[in-house]
Structure formats: C-alpha cells, structure tokens
C-alpha cells in the first residue's frame, strides 16, 4: 500500500528571489517501489514517498515584526499543502493500483517503470496544490490574508 511521509522545515535562509522575503517551494522526493516476483514475470508491489515542504524565510530582514507577519504569511501556504496531503496519498494509491496491473521482465524496470509512473503522477497532483495556494493567496477576499501586491506593502500592519 502506498506511503506518503511528510517532511516539513523552516529555514532563515535566501529565498530563489532577492525581492521576495517569505517563500514556502515543495517537492515530491525519495519515490520508491519495490517490485515482487521471478525470472521474467515482475508485479509491483508497494511504492513510497515524500513530501517536502521547504519555507524559507529571507535572512536579511531582522525586524521581529516581519518576521512574525512573514512566517504567518508562509504558515498559510503550508497549511494548504498540508490539507492538500490526502489527495496526493490518493493520487499514489491510484496510479499503485494501476502499476501493479503491469508485468515486468525484470525486477529492476519493474521498479523504476512503477517509481518514474508515481512519481509524475504526485508532481501533478502537487501542481494543483500549488496552483490553489497561490489562488488563495490572490484572492480579494475570504483567502490568504496576504492579497495582490502586499509583498512590500507591510506598513500597512503598523498603523
């Protein structure tokens, strides 16, 4: 049956853009199947994996108070994705159960056939997730409390 572990880790460390302060990047990592079976008749097994769910908040703001907005800010994106975690568990229990449909002549295609199948499958499913966070995040209202444009715009908590 397929697994799904949840790595989840906050960093003071450089964000992919200079101008960006928070930012949370996930990605779908260690995918492997084991396959079961002789000579030249392989089925799949089982297949796990993981998610990483990576924030990094920019070192180079200092000032307590961002850092609390910003954190929160991200804390909404990993909630997102973390709600998100039963579809993609579902998502590999699908494209599992379709695999093990599949006979192989070897044990090792057998394994990376299955892992290269998951995998994508997962990548997918996570776009999604990504899609609906930022969709949220963008939303005038009712969604994320960071909206449109706010990145730079935090005065506006210290009124």
Same mark, same amino acid.
């Given at each position: 049956?397929?697994? %799904?572990?949840?790595?989840? !880790?906050?960093?003071?460390?450089?964000?992919?853009? *200079?101008?960006?302060?928070?930012?949370? $990047?996930?990605?779908?990592? $260690?995918?492997?199947?084991? &396959?079961?079976? !002789?000579?030249? &008749?392989?089925? #799949?097994? !089982? &297949?796990?994996?993981? %998610?990483?769910?990576?924030?990094?908040? @920019? *070192?180079?703001?200092?000032?307590? *108070?961002?850092?609390?907005?910003? /954190?929160?800010?991200?804390?909404?994106?990993?909630?997102?994705?973390?709600?998100?975690?039963?579809? =993609?568990?579902?998502?590999?229990?699908?494209?599992?159960?379709?695999?093990?449909? =599949?006979?192989? !002549? /070897?044990?090792?295609? &057998?394994?990376?056939?299955?892992? @290269?199948?998951?995998? /994508?499958? #997962?990548?997918?499913? #996570?776009?999604? #997730?990504?899609?609906?966070?930022?969709?949220?995040?963008?939303?005038? /209202?009712?969604?994320?409390?960071?909206? *449109?444009?706010?990145?730079?715009? %935090?005065?506006?908590?210290?009124?």
């Amino acid at each position: 049956m397929f697994q %799904l572990a949840v790595v989840e !880790s906050w960093s003071r460390a450089a964000t992919d853009r *200079p101008d960006v302060i928070g930012q949370t $990047n996930t990605f779908i990592q $260690n995918v492997h199947c084991t &396959c079961e079976g !002789s000579n030249n &008749c392989w089925k #799949l097994g !089982s &297949c796990t994996a993981a %998610l990483d769910i990576e924030v990094r908040i @920019s *070192p180079d703001r200092w000032w307590k *108070p961002v850092i609390n907005i910003v /954190s929160d800010w991200e804390r909404e994106h990993v909630d997102d994705y973390r709600k998100g975690i039963a579809e =993609l568990i579902q998502q590999g229990e699908w494209r599992e159960e379709a695999e093990r449909k =599949l006979t192989f !002549s /070897s044990k090792e295609t &057998c394994e990376e056939h299955a892992a @290269s199948a998951v995998g /994508s499958t #997962l990548n997918k499913a #996570l776009d999604v #997730l990504r899609r609906n966070t930022i969709a949220r995040r963008d939303k005038t /209202s009712g969604g994320h409390k960071i909206g *449109p444009g706010d990145y730079f715009r %935090l005065d506006r908590y210290f009124q």
